[in-house]
């Protein structure tokens, strides 16, 4: 497949809704990410964040109508699996490791299925994305239920990126993390998007979202209420009503 040139996206997302029986989770959500951009999403609990990325990568459902597009390609009928080969993958707001599993084996076992790596070459891009991640050699042989919370969002971010994806989507990285290890966690995801991964990035945690996004959109009820540069985004009276909860944002 061509690489997209800069003026196509490589992510495109076209008139997405999701319904769950009566609640309509997305409501015709459009929007599209070039290639090397970090796109930033945020929105009150309950706005369809998770919702969107569960319809992205087809865990564990599709959209109900609308089209999600990787470099023009359709993915709504492929497989899941089928789509994180295609260059989609994602990250949890729940640990999603293998508990039992080092971290070593997690990462690797991550290359083998979404990567579709043969063994030996699965090794090496299980021990790059370890290095990508900073996790110390010594803490690799680990299980992954034994790591500090820090240390699990290094594996989940290595867990991915082993995969080699070309989006690569985190949901609520910051979660449970203390603020020096927000700082962290942007330093890995500035470090993750400076080897070329485009990223797509839920956040709750606003500063982090504010400082690495170059692109950011609001999610309300499941429709977009705005979405531009941060800064702006971010004083948009709709965004400080239904987001913050208030007239003024404090920020
Ligand atoms: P966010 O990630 O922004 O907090 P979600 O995408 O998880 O929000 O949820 C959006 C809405 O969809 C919520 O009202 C939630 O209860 C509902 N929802 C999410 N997943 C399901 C599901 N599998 N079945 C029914 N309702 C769901
Ligand atoms: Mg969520």
Known sequence: MPEPNDSEPLLEIREVTKRFGALVALNNVSFSIRKGQIFGIAGPNGSGKSTLFN?????????????????????????PHEISRAGILRTFQKDAEFATLSARENVYASAVYCGQMPSAQAKDAAEQALDDVSLPSERRTKAASDLSVFERKQLMIASAIAGRPKVLLLDEPAAGLTKPEVSGLRDLIAAVHGRGTTIVLIEHVLPLLLKVSEYLMILNHG?????????????????????????EAKL
């Not at 941060?230 to 709709?238: A, D, G, Q, Y």
């Open 223 to 247: 429709a977009v209420i705005a979405s531009g540069k941060p800064e702006e985004v971010v004083r948009n009276p709709k965004v400080v009503e239904a987001y913050l909860g208030k007239r």
């Open 55 to 79: 319809v992205i990568t087809g865990i564990p459902f599709f959209p109900t109508k609308g089209d999600v597009l990787l470099s023009g390609r359709p993915m709504h009928r492929l497989r």
